[in-house]
T-cell receptor
């Protein structure tokens, strides 16, 4: 069945460092891909999405490109801030449900 | 704009007690509605989804049930809670007619943290 694999955390960075969180997927058909962010004690917020191959989703300085040839959707940000500390979930959707990765915790230190 | 509400925010219940969690959506009509559960340190798992009033599909067999008595109201229930029911319960909605389009985005509520003792 469909599945999503994320790099294990926690990822600890200093402020203004470059961020990459790896995400790969297995799916039949043509899924859409999403990144959600969960701040401490809160629900999930949509961060960005891409609906077809080679699409780039972007929001708040974060970017991810839908790579069909490598089945990947890595999340990147050029300069992280302390306020980016959260858990990031990669997910795919090929029908009615979202299939999530296990999440990657990011901790940004001042 | 659309808003999704969940309550209560936090709940501590003894084993064997009943459960009722409520989710409501404002600012849209005929949304598709979903219940997900996030167990400690793990990803999210879809429990139920609904494409209309009275229409509930279950993803995993368990002692939980869901109901949709009104267009924008989704309720998660249990007659007798188990320890394994502890977790973070998230309600989500999406626009559209069937919910099955890959492009449809799901938007999540603030969640209910349930601890069963």
């Amino acid at each position: 069945g469909d599945s999503v694999t994320q790099m294990e955390g926690p990822v600890t960075l200093s402020e203004e460092a470059f961020l990459t969180i790896n995400c790969t997927y297995t799916a039949t058909g043509y899924p859409s891909l999403f990144w959600y962010v969960q701040y401490p004690g809160e629900g999930l917020q949509l961060l960005l999405k891409a609906t077809k191959a080679d699409d780039k989703g972007s929001n708040k300085g974060f970017e991810a490109t839908y790579r069909k040839e490598t089945t990947s959707f890595h999340l990147e940000k050029g300069s992280v801030q302390v306020s980016d500390s959260a858990v990031y979930f990669c997910a795919l959707k090929s029908s009615y449900k979202l299939i999530f990765g296990s999440g990657t915790r990011l901790l940004v230190r001042p | 704009s659309q808003t999704i509400h969940q309550w209560p925010a936090t709940l501590v219940q003894p084993v064997g007690s009943p459960l009722s969690l409520e989710c409501t959506v404002e600012g849209t009509s005929n949304p598709n509605l979903y219940w997900y559960r996030q167990a400690a340190g793990r990803g999210l798992q879809l429990l139920f989804y609904s494409v209309g009033i009275g229409q509930i599909s279950s993803e995993v067999p368990q002692n939980l049930s869901a109901s949709r008595p009104q267009d924008r109201q989704f309720i998660l229930s249990s007659k007798k809670l188990l320890l394994s029911d502890s977790g973070f319960y998230l309600c989500a909605w999406s626009p559209g007619t069937s919910g099955s389009s890959p492009q449809e985005t799901q938007y999540f509520g603030p969640g209910t943290r349930l601890l069963v003792l």
